[in-house]
């Protein structure tokens, strides 16, 4: 648009082709399929698992509208993509119970490029985890209520859990490495290296605390116990 007598007019050429709105009409359909695409995922599904959690179908329905009710960044903890959330999880969590012991003890450079990827992409999925943790319902009693308010929902996590989750989820180590790695810049060379020495040990016990992973692990495993062993039942046996 450019300026001429106080007014504005176009500048667009005269045969620009203009979105018809049958155009704008699919885009928005899309645009909408994808939403509930993804809302979709944060809900239960209806299957045996919800079936039996809810009494009927009517009954997850009526759960997953109490889903939408709170928006659209609420997941449920009988969801799809929370069920394959906590599988990712699990999974890294026992990549990690095994990794990191083994790594300490018999490793003594722990800066290797292998090394340092592993530890950063866990620590980022662990993050997000925790991120996560403030977005998903709490079950109650006997695992049918369920509840959403996100208020309700980072009270209880900040009560709980998550001091442990987020000591074992931040690189404390390699934040302790980059800070010395600045001052012995600075310092004399006899003394940078004593003090390397120091640091390089003293990473090695930082890095236990990636071991509360372990707290995580356990809370996992028993919440798959609980959510999931109704399904496996019904599956095989019915």
Not at 105 to 131: C, G, K, R, Y
Not at 160 to 174: R, T
């Amino acid at each position: 648009l450019t300026a001429a007598s106080g007014k504005y007019t176009s500048t667009e050429p005269a045969g620009a082709p203009q979105p018809s709105e049958s155009e704008e009409r699919v885009f928005a359909d899309q645009s909408t399929f994808l939403q509930r695409q993804f809302s979709s995922m944060l809900q239960p599904g209806v299957n045996k698992f919800s079936l039996r959690m809810f009494g009927s179908a009517k009954g997850v329905a009526a759960e997953q509208e109490r889903v939408k009710s709170f928006g659209v960044w609420i997941i449920h903890p009988y969801s799809d993509f929370r069920f394959f959330w906590d599988f990712v999880m699990l999974c890294l969590m026992m990549g990690n119970l095994i990794i990191l012991p083994w790594g300490i003890t018999f490793f003594e450079d722990q800066n290797t490029l292998p090394w340092i990827t592993f530890n950063v992409a866990s620590d980022t999925l662990f993050l997000a985890d925790l991120v996560l943790n403030f977005r998903t319902g709490i079950m109650e009693g006997d695992n049918s209520q369920i509840i959403l308010d996100p208020q309700v929902i980072s009270r209880r996590y900040l009560r709980g859990w998550f001091l442990v989750d987020f000591i074992s989820s931040i690189p404390v180590d390699y934040i302790f490495l980059v800070v010395d790695i600045e001052a012995r810049l600075e310092s004399a060379e006899v003394y940078r290296t004593a003090r390397a020495l120091r640091i390089v040990r003293f990473t090695k016990i930082l890095s236990l605390l990636r071991l509360l992973r372990l707290s995580r692990l356990i809370r996992y495993i028993h919440q798959w116990e609980e959510e999931k062993c109704v399904f496996t039942l019904e599956t095989f046996c019915g």
